[in-house]
């Protein structure tokens, strides 16, 4: 962020200052003040969102050296059984059910 970047978010943000106030303090248009405020929230946001995207990306991914695996993954497939029912027609039982139930 440049100096006017963080002038713009110290005066609204800490100071309680409106963008009048900025305007006569920093002699910009009122257009560049606003620009200047979204530029500088978006880019601290694209910020933070690169932070919370490493974050996540280390608690999925498994690192290379360890033999760690992610959380609930299992490496045989003894876990993934079919179901007793398929969806299909557990939906149309669904239905049936309560098109008797509107009706009755």
């Known amino acids: 962020l440049n100096v006017i970047q963080c002038a713009i978010l110290l005066g609204i943000g800490l100071q ?5 106030d900025l305007i006569k303090e920093l002699d910009i248009p009122t257009n560049q003040v606003l620009a ?3 530029k500088s ?5 694209e910020y933070l969102d690169g932070i919370c995207m490493q974050n996540i990306s280390n608690k999925i991914f498994v690192n290379n050296n360890s033999s760690q695996q992610v959380e609930g993954a299992s490496t045989s497939g003894a876990s993934m059984q079919p179901t007793a029912i398929s ?4 939906v149309f039982r669904f239905r049936v059910y309560s098109d008797l139930k509107t009706k009755g």
Do not use: A, P, Q
Not at 41 to 45: A, F, G, L, P, T
């Open 87 to 90: 969806l299909e027609v557990s």
């Open 16 to 20: 309680h200052k409106t963008v009048d």
């Open 41 to 45: 929230i978006r880019k601290m946001s």
């Open 36 to 38: 200047l405020f979204n």
